[in-house]
C-alpha cells in the first residue's frame, strides 16, 4: 500500500520559485510529478526511480524544475524555478510500483497512486 500527501503550493509571481514536497509511504518503483492546468488532462511533469535516482522532465520543464528525492524522510520534492503563468495547475505526486511497458511515463495511466494535489499559481 502507497500513501502520498503533496504540500508546498501557493501564489507565486512570474519568475518566481517554489519548492513541493511529497511524504511517501509504502514500496515504490518510481514517483513522479503531474499537473493539471484548468481544463486541461493531467500531464507528467518529472519522473525519478526510487532505486538509482535516474531523472526524466516533460520539455515545458526541463532547466527550471528539479526533481529530488529524500530517502531518510521519505520524502520527494518538486523544485521549481523561474516559474511562468502557464505552470498554474493542480500539482500531484505519483508512484508506480513496477516498470511499465508501452506508455511513456508521461501519461497518467501508467502511474497507480496518487496524493490529493496541491495548488500552484503564477500571476503576470
Known amino acids: 500500500q502507497v500513501s502520498l500527501v503533496e504540500s508546498g503550493g501557493g501564489s507565486v509571481q512570474a519568475g518566481g520559485s517554489l519548492r513541493l514536497s511529497c511524504a511517501v509511504s509504502g514500496y515504490t518503483y518510481g514517483l513522479g510529478w503531474f499537473r493539471q492546468p484548468p481544463g486541461k488532462e493531467r500531464e507528467g511533469v518529472a519522473y525519478i526511480h526510487t532505486t538509482g535516482g535516474n531523472t526524466y522532465y516533460a520539455d515545458s520543464v526541463k532547466g527550471r524544475f528539479t526533481i529530488s528525492q529524500d530517502n531518510a524522510k521519505n520524502t520527494l520534492y518538486l523544485q521549481m524555478t523561474s516559474l511562468k503563468p502557464e505552470d498554474t495547475a493542480m500539482y500531484y505526486c505519483?508512484?508506480?510500483?513496477?516498470?511499465?511497458?508501452?506508455?511513456?511515463?508521461?501519461?497518467?495511466?501508467?502511474?497507480?497512486?496518487w496524493g490529493q494535489g496541491t495548488q500552484v499559481t503564477v500571476s503576470s
Open positions: 505519483a508512484a508506480r510500483r513496477a516498470p511499465v511497458a508501452d506508455i511513456p511515463w508521461t501519461n497518467k495511466r501508467g502511474w497507480t497512486d
